[in-house]
T-cell receptor, first 110, second 115 residues
């Protein structure tokens, strides 16, 4: 079983839609959770960084962590064509290793 | 991705040659991490370094791979006697300090192709 599971998609939505991206994980020791956005041929760009359970909001982005269910989500409101990218979840416990999901490919159609 | 510089962006090597990948961290960052990304797979941790020290190399293959982060200059990931299976995108990330409470910022990667 992989440490982090992420549906690869692809996910296609119309412009303005609310997008929900999710990851599940198996290691209950994970405490730090991140979402990255990766455009083609580029490096991952940090979007959201949260610790433990709860919600965090930044502009159109909201990250949720449910440690009891070992489930994290990223919501994108009012999605834009420029949001079209691959979204990676990542998590870590007390070490310096980050465990990444395989990424979900998102296309926002104008 | 501003700040973390990786070069070259693309590297082509023949089987048996050596590949050297360079990474300059963001200004002020003294912690560097290397990851490998294969098609259809997530980023896989390889090694974590501070200046002049390897902190965690648990993700690095035991043979042919080595990494360093000297006191002066960029971090180097070296792959000796490359094989076709080494073809991948190699990403470097840096953080201000170590520990999981410090987010890692990535460069744009080096895409290594083995002929």
């Amino acid at each position: 079983q992989k440490e982090v599971e992420q549906d690869p998609g692809p996910l296609s939505v119309p412009e303005g839609a609310i997008v929900s991206l999710n990851c599940t994980y198996s290691n209950s020791a994970f405490q730090y959770f991140m979402w990255y956005r990766q455009y083609s041929r580029k490096g991952p760009e940090l979007l959201m960084y949260t610790y433990s359970s709860g919600n965090k909001e930044d502009g159109r982005f909201t990250a949720q962590v449910d440690k009891s269910s070992k489930y994290i989500s990223l919501f994108i409101r009012d999605s834009q064509p420029s949001d079209s990218a691959t979204y990676l979840c990542a998590m870590s416990f007390t070490g310096n290793q980050f465990y990444f999901g395989t990424g979900t490919s998102l296309t926002v159609i104008p | 991705n501003a700040g973390v510089m990786q070069n070259p962006r693309h590297l082509v090597r023949r089987r048996g040659q050596e590949a050297r990948l360079r990474c300059s961290p963001m200004k002020g960052h003294s912690h560097v991490y290397w990851y490998r990304q294969l098609p259809e797979e997530g980023l896989k941790f390889m090694v974590y370094l501070q200046k002049e020290n390897i902190i965690d190399e648990s993700g690095m293959p035991k043979e042919r791979f080595s990494a360093e982060f000297p006191k002066e200059g960029p971090s180097i990931l070296r792959i000796q006697q490359v094989v076709r299976g080494d073809s991948a995108a190699y990403f470097c990330a840096s953080s201000l300090t170590g520990g999981s409470n410090q987010p890692q910022h990535f460069g744009d990667g080096t895409r290594l192709s083995i002929l």
